[in-house]
């Protein structure tokens, strides 16, 4: 679901008449869809979003406050799906939508990081074991003085 914006949907979208979208992750330009739903502003003025694929809701003082909390629940809903024992059918249901698209979130992270420390991360000298390392004598050792 992507934030509104002048002249997209209704300025003030209502629970009776929301406007509709899809949550997504963009991922070094792609895009990743996470659930279809809708989002309205409440009689208290708290955005709410709702996902049109599973039991999932969430609310924000304001739209990306909503957006932020409505992924993190997305991802808790997958979570908790997977860590059941037995599955209704429903749930099952759900799970067999909603687990293939974290999975591919998941791979395209791991990707990214995976590229990210590559670039940052200098590649080092192979380091021997029989380095030398200059100190001082230790105090107590019985090894003679380096006279």
Not at 31 to 43: H, K, M, R, T, V
Not at 71 to 83: A, H, P, R
Not at 86 to 115: D, W
Request: glycine share 8%; hydrophobic share 35%; with cysteine.
């Amino acid at each position: 679901m992507s934030a509104p914006r002048g002249g997209v949907g209704r300025e003030n979208p209502t629970e009776d008449q929301p406007s509709s979208g899809y949550a997504h992750f963009v991922i070094a330009g792609e895009e990743f869809l996470l659930s279809d739903g809708c989002w309205w502003i409440d009689d208290d003025g708290e955005y709410v979003i709702r996902s049109s694929e599973f039991d999932v809701i969430a609310g924000g003082e304001s739209f990306p406050h909503a957006l932020a909390a409505f992924i993190t629940n997305v991802l808790d809903y997958g979570v908790y799906l997977g860590e059941l024992d037995e599955l209704a059918e429903n749930e099952e249901e759900m799970f067999h939508k909603l687990g293939p698209r974290l999975a591919r979130v998941a791979q395209a992270l791991s990707q990214m990081e995976s590229r990210r420390r590559r670039q940052l991360i200098p590649r080092r000298r192979r380091e021997r074991p029989e380095q030398w390392h200059p100190s001082s004598r230790h105090r107590g050792s019985r090894l003679p003085s380096p006279a």
